[in-house]
Nanobody, 126 residues
Framework: QVQLVESGGGAVQAGGSLTLSCTVS????????MGWFRQAPGKERQGIATIYRPTGNTDYDASVKGRFTISQDNANHTLFLQMNSLNLEDTAVYYC???????????????????WGQGTQVTVSS
């Protein structure tokens, strides 16, 4: 079992930046992929960034590519999401997620992750 706790959300003006953190505890060594998802009101949960832990390879949804950066600090069991040039469409609850099971589908599908944090709110205003 893996526990995930997000932090760093809040309110920011358009064009600003925020960094989200996700602390991993429990069977951390069993996690081989992690990601960030977000869910805006009335919308489905959307995969926006992922990192393959053994190699550090990353991938992004087109909506955040070039603005957001996912990174990891394995020594401190922490995942980060650096968010720059935030816009109104980035307003959502952001979730940290981890995969310990085998899944052969695309990284951006929520069904492929079996561990989730509680979420942290990010609100971007004009």
């Amino acid at each position: 079992q893996v526990q995930l706790v997000e932090s760093g959300g809040g309110a920011v003006q358009a064009g600003g930046s925020l960094t989200l953190s996700c602390t991993v505890s429990g069977h951390d060594s069993s996690v081989y992929r992690m990601g960030w998802f977000r869910q805006a009101p009335g919308k489905e949960r959307q995969g926006i960034a992922t990192i393959y832990r053994p190699t550090g390879n990353t991938d992004y949804d087109a909506s955040v590519k070039g603005r957001f950066t996912i990174s990891q600090d394995n020594a401190n069991h922490t995942l980060f999401l650096q968010m720059n040039s935030l816009n109104l469409e980035d307003t959502a609850v952001y979730y940290c997620t981890a995969r310990t099971n085998f899944y052969g589908g695309p990284w951006w599908k929520a069904e492929g992750y079996n561990n989730w944090g509680q979420g942290t709110q990010v609100t971007v205003s004009s």
